[in-house]
C-alpha cells in the first residue's frame, strides 16, 4: 500500500505512466494483483540475502528455497485476496450520485418525447425506477444545497444562485462530511453549484474540504465558466478586452488546451456567444436575457472532445482512479457526478444534433412567443433531447468503467436531477414554477440490494440523503428533515415513505410575462386516483400560463390535481372551488404542512 501511495504520488499527473501503473488504474483486480506480485518480489528479495542462500549454497538447495519462499507468498497472496473480497462483501457499497442539471421527468427514454436513453434504461431493468420524484426546490444552488444539508428549502439559509452553502454561522453537516465519518472517500466531479456566490476557484477548491469533499474536480455552471472571458457583454453586446481569466477547472483546463479563447467565443457569458446569439432572446436587455441559451441554431462551432459534459464524465473515472490507487476495494467510496447539461445553453456539435435532427416532439401547452415559430421551437426541443442523449453516453462510459475497474458490483447508482425545464410550457423558459414540468425528476436506483420494480408512490429527492446514510452504515444529524427509502429500495415497501411532498422557492424569480413571486408547496398521494398537490404563492403563481388567473403582486392558492401523464390536462389542473367548496379540506389539511409566513397569507384565501 505504502508503494502504491508512492506511485499515486510521483506519477499521478505524469503523462507518461509506467505500465505497472497503467494496469493498477485499469482494474481494481489489478491493484490486488500488483500487491501479489509486490509480496513475491519482496519475498525473493528476502530469500536471495537470507544465510540459505549464499555461494557455498548448492544451485538445487537455492532453487528449492526460492521455490518454497515463491509458494509461501502466493499462498499468502491468495489469503490477501479472499481477505479483500470479503471485505468488499461486508462493508458498505460505494455510491454513486448522478445528477443532470434541468433534466425534466418525461424526457427520460421512458415516456412520450422520443428520447433514446439505453443505458439509463439498462440501469432502471436492474432496479427500482421512480416516476413521481420531486425536487425540494425548482432552482440549481436552492435544490443542491437542501440535498447537501438534508433540510427542505424553506428550512435553509441559501434563497438564491449567487449564494455559497458555507456562510458564517449559517452552515451545517453535509451528507457528504457524515459519510466521510463512517469511513468513505467523498468525492464530486463537475457542476455542484455549491459555492455559487464564490465560485469554485481554477483548481476547485473553494469550500470543498468544508463542504466534506475528500477529492474533487469542479466547474461552474454553462453560462457561468466563461463569465470572465474576453467575449461579448450580457447586457450591451460590447466585445469585453479582458484577458483569459479561468473560475473553474474546466476552464483551467480549456486554458492549459490552448481553446479557452476558442471555447468562450462559442458560449460566451451566460450564452451571449456565436452559437446561441441569433435568438429573439438574446436581443433583450431584461432579466430574460439568461435564457438566451435554449435556441442555438449554431452547430459545429465546438470540438466535441472539448465539452464540458466529456469532461465531467473524464474527471469521475479519475477520481475513481485515484481512489483505487490510495485504497483498494476495501475502503467504499462516495462519488457525486455533476453533469452541467441539459441545462442551457444548448450548444451542440452536428454530430450530436443528428440523433434528434429528424425527430418530432409534442408541442408545448400554450408555446411561447418570445422564442418565434414553431420551427424555432421544434429546434429548441430537438436540441434539449439532444444533450440528454448526449449524456446518456456519458453515463454509459461511466458505468462500462465501473465494470472493467470490477467495482461496479458493489456499487449503488442513482441518477437524478436538480431540477426540470419548462421548455415552451405554459408560455415559459428554464424552471422556478410550482408545475410538473419544473419540479418533477427522473430517478433510477440500481445496484447491489435494490429490487427490480417501478414505484408510482411520491417520493422527494431530498431523501435520497437518508438512503445513503443508511446504505453507508450511518444515519442524519437531528437537524436534516431527510428520511430514508431503503425499506422500499431493498424490499418494496412503501409504508415508510413520507406522506407529503414538500417543494419551495424563497428567492424572488419572475417568469416571461414579468410577474415575479416565490412560493411554497405540500403534496400527498389521498388515493390511488388523487394525487394534489397545494401551491401557496404570497404575490402571484409564476409561469402558470393559462393554469391560473394572472395575479400580481397578491396572495393566491391553487389545490393542482396532478396528471403527469395526461398532457391534455396540462399534466395538472386547479380543482379548488371548482365547483365551489371542492377541495378545501384536502388544501386546509396540506396547508397545514407550509411555514407560518406562507400559511398567514394563503390560509384566508380558503375560506373566502
Known sequence: QAILVWITESHLHEKAMPEHVVMVLNSSAAAHRLLLSLAIAVSYLQVQSSDAICENTSLETQSAARDASLTEAEDAGAVFLQTGQAKVQA?????????????????????????????????????????????????????????????????????????????????????????????????VAGKDHLSGGSGVGPDGSTHASELGFDMFHRTMDKYEFCAAGNSKSMFNGESTTRSPFPIDEYGAWLLKQGRWQEQCDTYGPYAQGTACSESQLCSTRSPYALQCGCYCSQLNQIDENLGVDKWVEQQAELLVREHLLLHGTEKPWFLQVDFPSPHPPHVLTDAEFRR?????????????????????????????????????????????????????????????????????????????????????????????????????????????????????????????????????????????????????????????????????????????????????????????????????????????????????????????????????????????????????????????
Request: proline residues 6%.
Open 356 to 608: 434528434t435532427a429528424k425527430k418530432t416532439y409534442p408541442a408545448p401547452i400554450e408555446g411561447i412567443d418570445s422564442i418565434g415559430d414553431e420551427n424555432r421551437l421544434l429546434h429548441m426541443q430537438r436540441s434539449y433531447a439532444a444533450l440528454v442523449e448526449m449524456l446518456d453516453g456519458e453515463l454509459g462510459k461511466f458505468v462500462s468503467f465501473l465494470n472493467s475497474s470490477a467495482v461496479l458490483d458493489d456499487t449503488v447508482i442513482i441518477v437524478t436531477a436538480d431540477h426540470g425545464e419548462h421548455l415552451g410550457e405554459h408560455g415559459n423558459l428554464a424552471k422556478e414554477s410550482p408545475w410538473e414540468m419544473s419540479i418533477h425528476v427522473p430517478l433510477i436506483v440500481s445496484g447491489p440490494r435494490i429490487r427490480k420494480q417501478i414505484v408510482e408512490w411520491p417520493v422527494s429527492t431530498l431523501d435520497l440523503v437518508a438512503t445513503m446514510l443508511e446504505l453507508g452504515g450511518t444515519e442524519p444529524v437531528p437537524e436534516m428533515d431527510t428520511q430514508s427509502m431503503v425499506p422500499v429500495l431493498t424490499e418494496g415497501r412503501t409504508e415508510g415513505l413520507r406522506e407529503v411532498i414538500l417543494s419551495s422557492l424563497q428567492s424572488s424569480s419572475c417568469d416571461m410575462s414579468g410577474i415575479c413571486g416565490a412560493f411554497e408547496s405540500a403534496a400527498k398521494q389521498f388515493n390511488s386516483s388523487s394525487f394534489l398537490r397545494l401551491v401557496c404563492c404570497p404575490t402571484g403563481c409564476i409561469k402558470s400560463g393559462l393554469l391560473l388567473p394572472a395575479v400580481q403582486g397578491k396572495p393566491q392558492v391553487a389545490l393542482m390535481h396532478v396528471e403527469p401523464e395526461d398532457r391534455s390536462g396540462r399534466y395538472e389542473h386547479d380543482v379548488l372551488n371548482n365547483p365551489r367548496g371542492r377541495g378545501i379540506a384536502e388544501a386546509t389539511e396540506l396547508m397545514s404542512e407550509l411555514s407560518a409566513d406562507y400559511r398567514e397569507k394563503c390560509l384566508p384565501l380558503l375560506a373566502g
Open 91 to 187: 462493508r458498505s457499497p460505494n455510491i454513486a450520485l448522478i445528477v443532470l442539471d434541468q433534466w425534466r421527468w418525461d424526457y427520460a427514454g421512458f415516456d412520450e418525447p422520443d428520447v433514446s436513453m439505453p443505458t439509463l434504461k439498462e440501469l432502471a431493468s436492474r432496479g427500482t425506477r421512480f416516476t413521481k420524484s420531486y425536487v425540494p426546490s425548482p432552482l440549481c444552488t436552492p435544490s443542491r444545497t437542501a440535498l447537501a444539508a438534508g433540510r427542505h428549502h424553506m428550512n435553509m439559509w441559501v434563497t438564491g444562485n449567487w449564494q455559497d452553502y458555507i456562510q458564517p454561522g449559517k452552515s451545517t453537516t453535509t451528507f457528504m462530511t457524515l459519510l466521510q465519518r463512517a469511513g468513505y472517500t467523498t468525492m
